[in-house]
């Protein structure tokens, strides 16, 4: 018997986890994290000469659907040919990704990612954000 977590954030924190490890000769880094109460950032660093993105998204959508399901989670409507596509309402259909060329990018990325939750007007300061990994 699986054990899952039962908060939607440890079901997240699990299936980025399981994502970014998933390959154990070519595992990629959690580098930092903030979540908000509608999306979600990642900064995500990649072994050398691999860039799919793409794939370690779609296992953290999958996976966390899965068990969000399990645990009895809902989801938001669809419309009638998301609904014939077999897309869940759990996740946005899309993401957005964008590849760190160096130090300074990295630094701009970073301070995007930290300070959105001051632009949404959920706190004052990045430091005050308890889902990042700011601190």
């Not at 998933?22 to 903030?34: E, F, G, K, N, Q």
């Not at 370690?56 to 938001?76: H, S």
Request: with cysteine; hydrophobic share 35%; aromatic share 10%.
């Amino acid at each position: 018997m699986i054990c899952l977590p039962t908060t939607p954030r440890d079901l997240l924190r699990e299936s980025i986890r399981r994502a970014i490890t998933a390959d154990p000769s070519r595992p990629a880094v959690l580098l930092d994290v903030v979540l908000l109460p509608d999306h979600l950032h990642l900064l995500i660093g990649l072994p050398e000469n691999d860039s799919n993105f793409s794939l370690r998204v779609a296992k953290i959508k999958t996976d966390f659907t899965r068990n969000w399901f399990l645990i009895g989670g809902g989801e938001m409507g669809q419309s009638a040919s998301r609904d014939r596509q077999g897309y869940r309402g759990v996740w946005q259909k899309r993401f957005w990704e964008h590849t760190v060329r160096n130090e300074d990018d990295l630094s701009r990325c970073r301070a995007y990612i930290y300070f959105n939750p001051v632009k949404h007007g959920l706190c004052r300061c990045p430091h005050d954000w308890p889902w990042s990994s700011f601190q």
